[in-house]
Nanobody, 114 residues
């Protein structure tokens, strides 16, 4: 049974940083591409960052240079380091395989506001 457990979201001031974590169980992330996604109120879920099983990373244009996706394959954990946060980054953040499979965790809320 696949489980995706996201954590690390918080209320942060503009310009601040957060590190999100996603603990994966039910499959090994070492053999698959993984991604972080976000869904803002009233908007569709979108891909934020992706890391291939070979470690190649890609980012949404709006997040390049600010976000970094990494993995700890030994612990089946995916991370998203977010710097220089903006109010428009406010959303619920999820991890999943990339492309995503039809199961999602509960997500973690990131709110950027002064």
């Amino acid at each position: 049974q696949v489980q995706l457990v996201e954590s690390g979201g918080y209320l942060v001031n503009p310009g601040g940083s957060l590190r999100l974590s996603c603990a994966v169980s039910g499959f090994s992330i070492a053999f698959d591409d993984m991604g972080w996604y976000r869904q803002a109120p009233g908007k569709q879920r979108e891909l934020v960052a992706r890391i291939s099983r070979l470690g190649i990373t890609t980012y949404a244009e709006s997040d390049k240079g600010r976000f970094t996706i990494t993995t700890d394959n030994n612990k089946d954990t995916v991370f998203l380091q977010m710097n220089s946060l903006k109010p428009e980054d406010t959303a619920v953040y999820y991890c999943n395989q990339a492309p995503p499979r039809p199961y999602w965790g509960q997500g973690t809320q990131v709110t950027v506001s002064s």
